[in-house]
């Protein structure tokens, strides 16, 4: 049995009873609603303004012929179960972290971003220019998905701590929420790694269960109220410097859809992806000098922790280059952030540091 049929066949284990009550997408005039499950609450900043946005471009935009009725986590099914619900055909759409999947395939992971590796314009460059949507379209084909990146965060910080991280050795038994390949990364590194859902980490870092966690930025992490229980902040993380986010669809509706329809989906999706990133870019800064009247101490990681962060990310991705579509996935990534950072070292990066000194910014 190929994959595809396994997963329309298989039970989806506690997502099956609430995915189960979906319902197929509804006709009237010509007219089509498609359930959208999310990975994260109503409302939550930069993440579900994208999800948000991306709906009511695609409704807008197809003149209401294609209506995302858009179900926050935890409404319909879980935050991580969206990619299991939607590549089964019992939703429609999700809009997620791609690398909340990695259990799928770990190859998910550079559709959101992997350590060390490209921030959010560097992304978009290889995703649309050098060949990281066919790729795409590549890996999500295997498990009847038809994929496009709809947001990006930006650069996340190294997250909130209750303790300063003065050496790796500060990282040993640390509780710590962080997903993706950076959790990997932490965990080489001696933390107990956590990957809790959005709406969940407050609770969780007020409780103790954990003793730290990264999120989304400033601005999305002020609204969270991380600031509230913990006042160490580190602003520069390696594990993220520029997340996408991404929108999947299940490929038979995909492939129901007119042309027509399907240039809108791109379109809105592009679309999304650089509204997110300029919100939050934008946003941030302001934010940060919030939190920090606040009483939030920002500091950065010392060199000799970044260089552990570097070595153990080297290992983590050398052990999942045996896989060979991950290692294609890989080679076109990594190739492409060459390129970009190429041209900005001599260029935008010289260019900004040189304008800081003379504006004294």
């Known amino acids: ?44 900043a930069i993440f579900d303004d994208a999800a948000q946005l991306a709906a009511d471009y695609i409704t807008a935009m197809t003149d209401g012929q294609i209506t995302i009725d858009k179900r926050p986590a935890g409404s319909l099914v879980g ?43 560097e992304l978009s460059n290889w995703y649309y220019h050098r060949g990281g949507s ?27 701590f209750n303790k300063e991280i003065n050496s790796a050795d500060d990282l040993q038994g640390l509780r710590f929420r962080m997903p993706g390949l950076g959790g990997q990364v932490l965990g080489r590194l001696g933390a107990s790694v956590q990957n809790i859902p959005g709406g969940e980490i407050y609770q969780a870092l007020a409780s103790g269960a954990i003793e730290g966690a990264e999120w989304i930025g400033p601005f999305a992490d002020e609204r969270m109220g991380f600031q509230e229980i913990t006042s160490t902040y580190y602003a520069a993380g390696f594990h993220e410097p520029g997340s996408a986010l991404t929108l999947s669809m299940n490929l038979d509706i995909w492939n129901e859809m007119t042309p027509a329809q399907q240039a809108i989906v791109e379109g809105a999706t592009r679309a999304v992806y650089a509204d997110n990133l300029a919100m939050s870019l934008a946003e941030n800064g302001a934010a940060l000098a919030r939190l920090q009247a606040q009483g939030v101490q920002v500091l950065q990681f010392p060199d000799d922790v970044w260089d552990a962060f570097g070595s153990a990310a080297e290992e983590v991705n050398a052990e999942n280059m045996g896989d060979p579509l991950y290692a294609k996935i890989a080679d076109s990534y990594f ?13 935008d990066g010289l260019y900004m540091e040189q304008r800081n000194r003379v504006r004294g910014v």
């Open 1 to 44: 049995m190929d994959r595809r049929s396994f997963l329309r066949t298989s039970a989806l284990g506690g997502t099956a009873a609430a995915a189960s009550t979906l319902a197929a997408p509804a006709y009237a005039q010509g007219n089509r609603t498609l359930t959208m499950v999310t990975s994260v609450p109503e409302g939550f």
């Open 134 to 160: 066919e790729l795409h379209d590549e890996l999500a084909g295997l498990f009847n998905l038809k994929s496009f990146l709809c947001g990006n965060t930006a650069m996340q910080p190294g997250g909130w």
């Open 335 to 347: 190739a492409s952030m060459a390129e970009s950072a190429g041209w900005f070292s001599q260029a």
């Open 79 to 121: 935050a991580f179960e969206v990619f299991d619900a939607v590549s089964a055909g019992q939703a429609d759409v999700y809009h997620s972290a791609d690398y909340y999947f990695l259990n799928q395939h770990p190859g998910f992971a550079f559709f959101t971003s992997v350590p060390f590796g490209m921030t959010g314009q």
